[in-house]
T-cell receptor, first 108, second 113 residues
Framework: DAKTTQPNSMESNEEEPVHLPCNHSTISGTDYIHWYRQLPSQGPEYVIHGLTSNVNNRMASLAIAEDRKSSTLILHRATLRDAAVYYCIKTTGNQFYFGTGTSLTVIP | IAGITQAPTSQILAAGRRMTLRCTQDMRHNAMYWYRQDLGLGLRLIHYSNTAGTTGKGEVPDGYSVSRANTDDFPLTLASAVPSQTSVYFC????????????FGPGTRLTVL
């Protein structure tokens, strides 16, 4: 299977860190890992991406396992606006293979 | 800056009818994509275009066709709609390559009866 595996749902308290896991055991050497999130009734929006090394940006951090078969998206301080479905995506060429995503609930 | 626009926002269509979903981007991106999203599922790639004049098949191309006459526009056509094509359709664009961000439009909700 070319897609990724994620938990269906997770909860976090507001202002606490969130670790969203993803398995991509079929990843090949040139495949990138992207994370996008989708708010209700909107198109997905970019969060972060990486190839081999851990990555940080203003939204999140991405930790990639040494064998690249799994990764974790880290939101350092969850806010209510972070409640969304988070997709871990394996890219082959410029084709995105979405999993079913993790629905994140942020509890005030 | 509009980014990506899609039309119509929503449509109810009788089975067997022909329908074209429109997508336009103003970012001069080389690559464009069409996805469908079914209830509770992630997005699946239907067709893509790496550059104007070229197109390719994604995961679920059957029943759909695309054209890319210029950089900005990437219409998706259902020649004879069937109920299983009821879905939300998203258009996206990027500079191409596996490392570039894809920018998504707001989606078209299509219901085929």
């Amino acid at each position: 299977d070319a897609k990724t595996t994620q938990p269906n749902s997770m909860e976090s308290n507001e202002e606490e860190p969130v670790h969203l896991p993803c398995n991509h055991s079929t990843i090949s050497g040139t495949d990138y890992i992207h994370w996008y999130r989708q708010l209700p009734s909107q198109g997905p929006e970019y969060v972060i991406h990486g190839l081999t090394s851990n990555v940080n940006n203003r939204m999140a951090s991405l930790a990639i396992a040494e064998d690249r078969k799994s990764s974790t998206l880290i939101l350092h301080r969850a806010t209510l606006r972070d409640a969304a479905v988070y997709y871990c995506i394996k890219t082959t060429g410029n084709q995105f293979y979405f999993g079913t995503g993790t629905s994140l609930t942020v509890i005030p | 800056i509009a980014g990506i626009t899609q039309a119509p926002t929503s449509q109810i269509l009788a089975a067997g009818r022909r329908m074209t979903l429109r997508c336009t981007q103003d970012m001069r991106h080389n690559a464009m994509y069409w996805y469908r999203q079914d209830l509770g599922l992630g997005l699946r790639l239907i067709h893509y275009s790496n550059t104007a004049g070229t197109t390719g098949k994604g995961e679920v191309p059957d029943g759909y066709s695309v054209s890319r006459a210029n950089t900005d526009d990437f219409p998706l056509t259902l020649a004879s709609a069937v109920p299983s094509q009821t879905s939300v359709y998203f258009c996206a664009s990027s500079d191409g390559g596996p490392y570039n961000e894809q920018f998504f439009g707001p989606g078209t909700r299509l219901t085929v009866l």
